[in-house]
């Protein structure tokens, strides 16, 4: 997995977005589940109830995943940086299908403790690599 070298380091915000990342562009939900804090927390801003513990966001993310590909759906993520509130904050910018979103997160030792999806205006992201194209085409189905 990119971005956490070594189980034996502390995992860094980059490296939880990375990994995020990896996850949405995949549709690989366990991989990154791994990472999650046994007592980990996940917010919306779409969503009224926060999500608590690692198992209980491993099957939110996992239905999530298989509704993408059960549909066709079209996902793009990208690890990205806040320009605004925490500026400098390592995030993802989220593309699915014509709606965006930013992750956050908080670490802790070897392990993602929180998750927040907000609108971008929040965070304003920049992608980290000035070669991506948010506007080519997001993942679909048949590119998996």
């Keep these: 997995m990119k971005g956490a070298s070594s189980l034996t380091q502390e995992l860094s915000e980059l490296a939880a977005a990375t990994a995020y990342a990896e996850a949405w562009n995949t549709l690989d939900c366990y991989t990154f589940a791994r990472l999650l804090s046994p007592n980990a927390k996940y917010a919306s801003q779409y969503v009224f109830d926060e999500i608590a513990g690692r198992d209980a966001i491993r099957d939110y993310l996992c239905a999530k995943f298989k509704a993408v590909k059960d549909t066709g759906g079209m996902v793009k993520a990208v690890v990205a940086t806040a320009t605004t509130s925490f500026p400098g904050k390592p995030c993802v910018l989220l593309i699915q299908n014509s709606t965006d979103a930013v992750i956050v997160f908080e670490t802790e030792e070897k392990h993602v403790r ?13 992608p980290v690599d000035d070669n991506v194209n948010l506007h080519s085409p997001p993942r679909s189905k048949s590119d998996t």
């Design 114 to 126: 929180r998750l927040d999806l907000c609108i971008t205006q929040i965070y304003t992201p920049v």
